[in-house]
């Protein structure tokens, strides 16, 4: 398995940008696809964005379309989600995760960072 390691929230006013870091660890870090999730209070953790091994696919959940761009460098061990026009509604911990397959369900992922908090206020 991979170690995940996400960094970059924090709090920003509704129309700002964030960039969340995730850092892994090993050296099999290019053979896993990498998604990004979130859980706000009280809702399921729900898939924002996933990135193929190559980097040459990602899929976006409709609510982030068009705001939010994941990308890696496989070089640094690092997968990025750049996240502009944000919205209260974005508020929560986001989550870094490896899998084998580039899907949208949670369940797929096998290895998981500890989350970094991400909150927009209005």
Known sequence: QVQLVESGGGLV????????????????FSSYAMGWFRQAPGKEREFVAVISRSGDTTNYAGSVKGRF???????????????????????????CAAGRLVVVTPQDFGSWGQGTQVTVSS
């Open 13 to 28: 006013q509704a129309g700002g940008s964030l960039r969340l870091s995730c850092s892994a660890s090993g050296r099999t």
């Open 69 to 95: 761009t994941i990308s890696r460098d496989n070089a640094k061990n690092m997968v990025y989600l750049q996240m502009n026009s944000l919205k209260p509604e974005d508020t929560a911990v986001y989550y």
